[in-house]
């Protein structure tokens, strides 16, 4: 499969545990994004990378948010203090910059639920 | 800031033919995409219009007017498996993220 993936696929933790989740995107693709997409809503925007670098962040990503993507390839996104408001499907996209960036190619998520 | 509005439930029979319509508020415009997801799946791209006019890919076509700041997303010859949300997504001119703005998605039941 060489789509984009995302573990784990679920995660129930406690409020106030640290979490994280891992992306493996498209190995191609230059741009990786996490969006947050709550039930009947569509996925909202936290952050994105071009390489390793990362060069913007939501305001919806608090400081409890931290991302990474080491030498341009998987990213984690690591939520500490975990809040009940932090339950949601965390979605990874990936593209390439280029004539058909306008094309995002999501991974299946992982949901979190904090109890 | 961008928003963008569209139907959030849609029901149609099989074999027919759906429209979902999306307008958008958007400082900057660079194109709008559709994306189909289905429950516990991924948003999978469907299309993209950054000209006025049709995008026709199989049974779904998508329509965009810049100057109405509207779109819709056609889909033709129904099938069971249509049944998903739908999302419309823009992008700004001005952002080099190449990151989308989703709607809140339309509810698409196909019913035998």
């Known amino acids: 499969d060489t789509g984009v993936s995302q573990d784990p696929r679920h995660k129930i933790t406690k409020r106030g545990q640290n979490v994280t989740f891992r992306c493996d995107p498209i190995s191609e693709h230059n741009r990786l994004y996490w969006y947050r997409q709550t039930l009947g809503q569509g996925p909202e925007f936290l952050t994105y990378?071009?390489?390793?670098?990362?060069?913007?962040k939501s305001r919806l990503l608090s400081d409890r948010f931290s991302a990474e993507r080491p030498k341009g390839s998987f990213s984690t996104l690591e939520i500490q203090r975990t809040e009940q408001g932090d339950s949601a499907m965390y979605l990874c996209?990936?593209?390439?910059?280029?004539?058909?960036?306008?094309?995002?190619?999501f991974g299946q998520g992982t949901r979190l639920t904090v109890v | 800031g961008q928003s963008l509005e569209q139907p959030s439930e849609v029901t149609a029979v099989e074999g027919a033919i759906v429209q979902i319509n999306c307008t958008y508020q958007t400082s900057g415009f660079y194109g709008l995409s559709w994306y189909q997801q289905h429950d516990g799946g991924a948003p999978t791209f469907l299309s993209y219009n950054a000209l006025d006019g049709l995008e026709e890919t199989g049974r779904f076509s998508s329509f965009l007017s810049r100057s109405d700041s509207y779109g819709y997303l056609l889909l033709q010859e129904l099938q069971m498996k249509d049944s998903a949300s739908y999302f419309c997504a823009v992008r700004a001119s001005w952002d080099s993220s190449y990151k989308l703005i989703f709607g809140s998605g339309t509810r698409l039941l196909v019913r035998p």
């Open positions: 996209a990936s593209s390439l910059v280029g004539v058909r960036s306008t094309e995002a190619f």
């Open positions: 990378f071009q390489n390793e670098a990362q060069l913007e």
